[in-house]
């Protein structure tokens, strides 16, 4: 759906559908440069990635394997605690394999610190993170993340994979959520 079916939920659009193919074209081709001559398996992370696995997969010019991963984190409230479960595990024997985790968005960074060496102690050729956006906290985190579309301020954005309460998952852009709907 787009922005005008939503109209009054958002405060703005941040990111047009646009704006968003444009800037995976860029990360895709920088990826493919990076890794030539190197199989990809790219792991997405349930279910917010899907909307950027969807689009970064399909703007690769060569083949990529794809697997998905479903995590639940620990924690009172909003905020993740880093203690996590994994919910659905990958169906890839990732030993040997250059492993690029596909994230919509990171904020603390806490769930991805945990996946990276879960996944690192299974023996990988090499880890990497790929994130459409990053909020400030993220940039205290002591791991490193290779691939990022935009850095984002502290809002709380929607759509385009984000979901608030498993709604606007399915907008075309990414917005900021108007304070009155969760207030
Ligand atoms: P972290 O462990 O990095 O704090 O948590 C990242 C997860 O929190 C994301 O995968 C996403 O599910 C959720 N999250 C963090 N910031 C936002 C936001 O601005 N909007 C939405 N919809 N989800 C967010
Ligand atoms: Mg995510
Ligand atoms: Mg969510």
Wanted: glycine share 8%.
């Amino acid at each position: 759906m787009d922005a005008s079916h939503v109209d009054g939920d958002l405060v703005n659009v941040l990111f047009s559908e646009d704006d968003i193919q444009q800037r995976l074209a860029e990360m895709a081709a920088q990826i493919e440069a990076d890794y030539e001559g190197k199989d990809i398996l790219l792991v997405g992370v349930l279910k917010g990635a899907i909307m950027v696995m969807a689009d970064l997969s399909r703007a690769f010019s060569r083949h990529v394997e794809i697997d998905w991963m479903a995590v639940s984190s620990y924690g009172s409230g909003t905020k993740s605690s880093g203690v996590v479960r994994i919910l659905k595990d990958l169906d890839t024997d990732i030993s040997g394999r250059h492993v690029l985790i596909v994230e919509d968005i990171i904020d603390t960074g806490l769930t991805l610190s945990w996946l990276v060496s879960n996944l690192s102690s299974r023996k990988p050729a090499s880890v990497e993170i790929a994130t459409l956006l990053r909020k400030p906290d993220a940039l205290q985190m002591s791991v490193d993340v290779k691939y990022v579309g935009w850095d984002i301020p502290n809002e709380f954005v929607i759509g385009y994979g984000l979901d608030y309460s498993e709604r606007y998952r399915n907008l075309r852009c990414i917005g900021t959520l108007a304070p009155h709907v969760y207030s």
